[in-house]
Nanobody, 123 residues
């Protein structure tokens, strides 16, 4: 079973960029579709971006499309989220997650989760 560990969060200013990583242990990383979710204080966890097992197909939430890019390296067993033009409303704990099938935006379809990394964007 894959274990997921996020890193790369921090405090940045509006307009800055940040790149999150999610390191996966185990040899089965490439058999999972992957996603990034986020949860702001007092809000429900929401989908940010997803990527297929081979890394060819990606989908994004409307709120981040054009600013965020999801990618994966199946040799290094790592998932990435490049975040550009950050806004204060992007402030949240960001989680990576693994699913058996790609394309879902629902947290319940993801079976494995990391512990999260905090991103804070100041205005």
């Amino acid at each position: 079973q894959v274990q997921l560990v996020e890193s790369g969060g921090g405090l940045v200013q509006a307009g800055d960029s940040l790149k999150l990583s999610c390191a996966a242990s185990g040899r089965t990383f490439s058999t999972y579709a992957m996603g990034w979710f986020r949860q702001a204080p007092g809000k429900e966890r929401e989908f940010v971006a997803g990527i297929s097992k081979g890394g060819i197909i990606a989908n994004y939430a409307d709120s981040v499309r054009g600013r965020f890019t999801i990618s994966r390296d199946n040799i290094e067993n790592t998932l990435y989220l490049q975040m550009n033009s950050l806004k204060p409303e992007d402030t949240a704990i960001y989680y990576c997650a693994a699913a058996d099938y790609s394309g879902s935006v629902h947290p319940g379809d993801y079976t494995l989760w990391g512990q999260g990394t905090l991103v804070t964007v100041s205005s």
